[in-house]
């Protein structure tokens, strides 16, 4: 059984800082591509960055400089250092993998960016 756990969100000014730990179980990680996601109030989910299981990385538009994404095949883990946060960056995050063409998802951590 696939399982994600999200963890780290929180609430932070503009300009701060964030790191964000997804904990993956249920597959062979290390062959796996990771994603994270988010979703603002009122708005669809969004691809933020992902990572293949060559460590290759790709960032959405609006936060490639900012955030980094990584992964750990020791701890199954994959995080998102988010740095120079904005309040457009208030969002549910999600982390997500596919395995035989299904998609799968955490539970989610809410971060929010306000003074």
């Known amino acids: 059984q696939v399982r994600l756990v999200e963890s780290g969100g929180g609430l932070v000014q503009p300009g701060g800082s964030l790191r964000l730990s997804c904990a993956a179980s249920g597959i062979n990680f290390r062959l796996h591509a990771m994603a994270w996601y988010r979703q603002a109030p009122g708005k669809q989910r969004e691809l933020v960055a992902n990572i293949t299981s060559n460590s290759n990385t790709n960032y959405a538009n609006s936060v490639r400089g900012r955030f980094t994404i990584s992964r750990d095949n020791v701890w199954n883990r994959i995080y998102l250092q988010m740095n120079s946060l904005k309040p457009d960056d208030t969002a549910v995050y999600y982390c997500?993998?596919?395995?035989?063409?299904?998609?799968?998802w955490g539970q989610g951590t809410r971060v929010t960016v306000s003074s």
């Open positions: 997500s993998t596919t395995r035989q063409g299904l998609a799968y």
